[in-house]
C-alpha cells in the first residue's frame, strides 16, 4: 500500500458514488451474512450449498465463502497459530462486509468455533446484517460422516488443534437459527433458513 | 484456520454447487475486473465511480474496490514496507477474483504501481476477466488535482514513498483500455469503458 494510495477520494470532483442501498435494489433483496458455525463434518457446506441453490432458484444473489474458495486464496499463508486463526476469521468477516455492501447475500461456512471471533465478525456488520446458524451436530454424528477418518487421526494426536476433539468449540448461546440436525433433514434445515430471511424481510 | 476447516467439502452427501456461469446467467452479464491504474491524483475513482453509476443504469451488476472499503477493512494493519505493498494488491487481487466469481463487474481503482504486482493479479483471474485500464495523467496535472497538497509534501520529503515523486509508477505497456485524461473528458473515459465491455460481450 503506498502512502498517496488513499487521497484521491478526497478530490472535489467526485460526484456520484452508487451505495448499497442502489446495489440491493437491483438485486431487489435485503443484503445479509449467513453464518454458518459448527463442528467440522456437522453439515455446514452441504446446508449451505443447498440454501444458495434455493435461493438462485428465487432469482436472489448469493455468493458462499468456504474452504475451498478462501484457504487456497486470500488465506493462503496463514498458519493453524492462535494468532492466524484469528486474523483468517478476521478476513473472512472483512470479505463478507464488502460483499454485504455490493447487496449480496453471503453464506460463510467454517467452523469458527470461538465466540469472540464470531462477535467480532458481528459488530463488522449492521444491525440484521449478521445471521448466526448453528449447525448443531452430535460429535458421534460428525465423527461418523467424516470421510477421511480426521477425527480418529486426531485422537490418536495424528491432528493437533483438532475441534472438538483437541480444540474447544464454543458453541453459540443464543443463535438467530438453530439447527438441530439429528432431528431435521437437510431440507427441513433449507426451510428453516428461507423460511427465516422470508419473515424478515430479506427476500 | 482450523486443521479441519477444508475436510467437510468432500463429504459424499454434497450434491449441488451453484457456479460462478449460473450467478453470471442470472445477473446477465460477463464477470470481470476493471483494474484502473495509475497516479495518485490522476482521476482513477472518479473514473470508476462514473463507470460503476453507468453500469448500474444499465441494471449491471457491479462493485467498487478502493481506499475507502479496504484500507480501514481487510488490508487494515498493513504498512507501507515493499512485503506489505505487495500483500494489499495481492488481497486486493483474491478479492476480486471471490467476486467475478460471484459474477460481479470489480471495478478497482488502486495505484498499482508495479508491473509484476498487477501481472500477478491477472495471472490469478481466467482469460478475459483482467482488464487493465491506464489512467494516463500527465504528473503535472495530478500535482495541480491534488487538494491536499501531497506532492508538495512529497517534493519537501514529509511523505516518503509517494509515487511518481520518491517511488516508481510503472505505465502498463499494452493496457487493455488507455485513457489519456489530457486530452479525454470524463464522459468521454467512461464511454471508452463501456464500448470497450459491450463490444467485447461483458454487458
Known amino acids: 500500500m503506498s502512502s498517496n494510495e488513499n487521497n484521491d477520494k478526497n478530490i472535489i470532483w467526485h460526484d456520484h458514488h452508487v451505495c448499497k442501498e442502489e446495489r440491493s435494489r437491483l438485486k431487489e433483496q435485503k443484503p445479509c451474512v449467513l453464518w454458518f458455525t459448527g463442528l467440522s463434518g456437522s453439515g455446514k457446506s452441504t446446508i449451505a450449498n443447498a440454501v444458495e441453490a434455493k435461493l438462485l432458484q428465487k432469482k436472489k444473489h448469493t455468493y458462499l465463502l468456504d474452504g475451498d474458495n478462501i484457504r487456497l486464496g486470500l488465506n493462503k499463508g496463514l498458519s493453524f497459530s492462535d494468532i492466524d486463526r484469528k486474523e483468517n476469521i478476521r478476513r473472512i468477516g472483512e470479505v463478507s462486509k464488502l460483499f454485504v455492501d455490493a447487496g449480496i447475500i453471503v453464506l460463510s461456512a467454517f467452523i469458527s468455533p470461538f465466540k469472540e471471533d464470531r462477535e467480532r465478525v458481528h459488530n463488522l456488520l449492521k444491525k440484521g446484517e449478521f445471521i448466526e446458524v448453528y449447525v448443531d451436530t452430535p460429535i458421534e454424528v460428525c465423527e461418523k460422516r467424516d470421510p477421511k477418518g480426521l477425527y480418529q487421526k486426531a485422537k490418536k494426536g495424528e491432528i493437533t488443534n483438532f475441534t472438538g476433539v483437541s480444540s474447544a468449540y464454543e ?29 424478515k424481510g430479506y427476500l
Open 171 to 199: 458453541a453459540p448461546s443464543k443463535a438467530d437459527i438453530h439447527l438441530k440436525t439429528d432431528v431435521m433433514s437437510v431440507e427441513e434445515c433449507v426451510d428453516s433458513i428461507i423460511n427465516y430471511l422470508m419473515k
